[in-house]
Structure formats: structure tokens, C-alpha cells
């Protein structure tokens, strides 16, 4: 059961993290979907620099902010100490 629970949790974050780069696509580079069209002028696009640095910073601070929320709820667990 453990199994699921585990592969269920990662399909959730996976999901939200295709959430949140699709989002990013959208807001900075103003790419609709990321999803594979088979179209070149649908799947390739012309983006400026400053769009594609301001989408890396966006994508960057997610994952620090990501990382963060993962430090603290592993500090927010109690510390087992174990018998010597």
C-alpha cells in the first residue's frame, strides 16, 4: 500500500510541476501550451532574451521556494532519536 501511496504523491507533484512550467511558458514567453503539436509554427517559437531570462528567474525561484517548503517540513517533523 505504501507503493501507491508513494507513485500517487509523485504523479501529483509531477502534474503540478507541468502545472507550474506551463504557467511560467505562458506568463514570460506567451506560449500557450507545451504540449507537442507536430506543427513547426505551432511547436516553434521566437522568443526575446529578456523573456527567456525572466521565464529561467520565475522557474528558479519555484524550485528555491520548492526547496524551502521541503526543508521545512522535514524540520517540522520530530526527530527520532535512536537507543545506544
Partial sequence: MRKTTTKATATKAAQQRDQLLAQIALDHLFIETLQTRNSDRLDF????????????????????????????????????QQAA
Fill in 45 to 80: 517559437h521566437d522568443v526575446s532574451v529578456w523573456a527567456v531570462q525572466s521565464a529561467l528567474v520565475a522557474a528558479y525561484q519555484a524550485g528555491l521556494a520548492a526547496g524551502q517548503s521541503a526543508t521545512g517540513k522535514a524540520t517540522d517533523q520530530p526527530v527520532q
